[in-house]
């Protein structure tokens, strides 16, 4: 039979296992792989109950831990250890020369030795396991304040990381804003460039009534020129021609008279025309200016806003390393754009030379 010296397995024990029981099993997992008959697997868990755990083995206990063959093996086979146990136990000296009392004597002595010597390794093993536990026990609070004090930083790191996607999401706003403001002012600028066309345009087609109107008039003005000398021709004529020449002048003042009329109600509806145009183009600039205004406001809180950012990422940088700090607030810069407004454009009316008051004062030279 091979029993195993508790002095020779002290460093098989490893020290992270976690109890007696869970190494127990493992071995007589083992053993039951290394020992396949019966007797010899009961002799060798004897042996590693007795010398390698320190505990008592019994026939029940071995039977519950084996659970092989009868209840009559374990009894058989512990009784044998039992008996081999004490017959190695005793230390026999053998010499020629001494005495039988002696040589007892010095057996016993021997043997006093040796179990004494037994239970000091034991003493020293359970101080072993116990210190291996204290040891055990204290990793394990390292552990769990190593994972406490993780959970603290990954908490920590997710409420940093939460802060910088809702600085990021703020941010693609304050750029979805400032696009839309850009848009906005585009669309204003090209309205302004457009009701600036319809404005030159209408002035040029003003332009042209107020000629169209000088000619009339120029035109006018002739005729009555004209009328005027045949006047001072039919003058010269007979008496009898007078009367008839005052009624071709009383027709043709008729004629002049409509005549101005109309050109003062041409001249009326183009200065309504002119004032119109005038209030459109006010309106025009007022709305340009309003919405100039909000442009204002949106750039003034995107810069501050920007600000506001650049800020908490310096901030965030300074915590974590100057180096980084550097390459935030570098990062954090952005120009802003300079608002620069359109001169107000006014529109002139010239007004146009009326001769009403010369027409009338032909009509009763002519009178």
Same mark, same amino acid.
């Given at each position: 039979?091979?029993?195993?010296?508790?002095?020779?397995?002290?460093? #098989?024990?490893?020290?992270?296992?976690?109890?007696?029981?869970?190494?127990?099993?493992?071995?007589?997992?083992?053993?039951?792989?290394?020992?396949?008959?019966?007797?010899?697997?009961?002799?060798?868990?004897?042996a590693l109950l007795f010398f390698r755990y320190g505990?008592?083995?019994?026939?029940?206990?071995?039977?519950?831990?084996?659970?092989?063959?009868?209840?009559? /093996?374990p009894a058989a086979v512990l009784g044998e250890f039992?008996?081999?146990?004490?017959?190695?136990?005793?230390?026999?000296?053998?010499?020629?020369?001494?005495?039988?009392?002696?040589?007892?004597?010095?057996?016993?002595?021997?043997?006093?030795?040796?179990?004494?010597?037994?239970?000091?390794?034991?003493?020293?093993?359970?101080?072993?396991?116990?210190?291996?536990?204290?040891?055990?026990?204290?990793?394990?609070?390292?552990?769990?304040?190593?994972?406490?004090?993780?959970?603290?930083?990954?908490?920590?790191?997710?409420?940093?990381?939460?802060?910088?996607?809702?600085?990021?999401?703020?941010?693609?706003? +304050? *750029? @979805?804003?400032?696009?839309?403001?850009?848009?906005?002012?585009?669309?204003?600028?090209?309205?302004?460039?457009?009701?600036?066309?319809?404005?030159?345009?209408?002035?040029? *087609?003003?332009? @042209?009534? $107020?000629?169209g109107f000088s000619r009339d008039l120029e035109k006018? %003005?002739?005729?009555?020129?004209?009328?005027?000398?045949?006047?001072?021709? /039919?003058? @010269?004529?007979?008496? +009898?021609?007078?009367?008839?020449?005052?009624?071709?002048?009383?027709?043709?003042?008729?004629?002049?008279?409509?005549? /101005?009329?109309?050109?003062?109600?041409?001249?009326?509806? =183009?200065?309504?025309?002119?004032? #119109?145009? =005038?209030?459109?183009?006010?309106?025009? %600039?007022?709305?340009?200016?309003?919405?100039?205004?909000?442009?204002? #406001?949106?750039?003034?809180?995107?810069?501050?806003?920007?600000? =506001?950012?650049?800020?908490?990422?310096?901030?965030?940088?300074?915590?974590?390393?100057?180096?980084?700090?550097?390459?935030?607030?570098?990062?954090?810069?952005? #120009?802003?754009?300079?608002?620069?407004?359109?001169?107000?454009?006014?529109?002139?009316?010239?007004?146009?030379?009326?001769?009403?008051?010369?027409? %009338? $004062?032909?009509?009763?030279?002519?009178?």
């Open positions: 039979m091979n029993f195993h010296p508790m002095s020779g397995d002290l460093s #098989a024990i490893p020290p992270d296992m976690p109890s007696d029981d869970a190494r127990l099993a493992a071995d007589i997992d083992r053993l039951k792989a290394e020992f396949p008959k019966t007797r010899e697997l009961y002799r060798e868990v004897c505990q008592t083995p019994t026939a029940n206990r071995l039977y519950q831990l084996v659970k092989r063959g009868s209840m009559g /093996t039992w008996a081999e146990l004490r017959d190695k136990s005793r230390v026999r000296i053998e010499h020629p020369d001494l005495p039988a009392d002696l040589r007892d004597a010095a057996g016993e002595l021997v043997a006093t030795l040796w179990t004494r010597a037994t239970a000091s390794a034991q003493a020293e093993l359970d101080a072993l396991r116990a210190e291996v536990e204290g040891q055990r026990a204290e990793a394990e609070l390292r552990v769990v304040a190593a994972r406490d004090e993780l959970a603290r930083t990954e908490t920590a790191l997710e409420r940093r990381t939460a802060a910088l996607l809702a600085a990021q999401v703020e941010v693609r706003e +304050l *750029e @979805k804003a400032q696009a839309e403001g850009h848009a906005a002012r585009q669309a204003l600028e090209a309205e302004l460039v457009r009701l600036k066309s319809e404005v030159a345009a209408r002035d040029r *087609e003003l332009d @042209k009534v $107020r000629e006018l %003005r002739e005729t009555a020129e004209r009328a005027e000398e045949r006047l001072r021709a /039919t003058e @010269k004529r007979a008496l +009898l021609e007078i009367d008839r020449e005052r009624g071709a002048v009383a027709k043709l003042q008729k004629e002049i008279d409509e005549a /101005t009329k109309r050109a003062d109600r041409r001249e009326a509806e =183009q200065r309504r025309a002119v004032e #119109a145009l =005038q209030a459109q183009l006010g309106d025009a %600039r007022h709305q340009a200016g309003v919405l100039q205004g909000r442009l204002d #406001a949106v750039q003034a809180t995107n810069a501050t806003l920007q600000d =506001q950012l650049a800020e908490q990422r310096r901030a965030d940088a300074d915590r974590s390393s100057p180096a980084r700090a550097k390459s935030a607030i570098s990062r954090s810069t952005a #120009a802003r754009p300079a608002r620069t407004p359109g001169p107000a454009r006014k529109v002139a009316v010239a007004s146009a030379p009326s001769g009403k008051t010369a027409a %009338r $004062r032909k009509k009763r030279g002519q009178a």
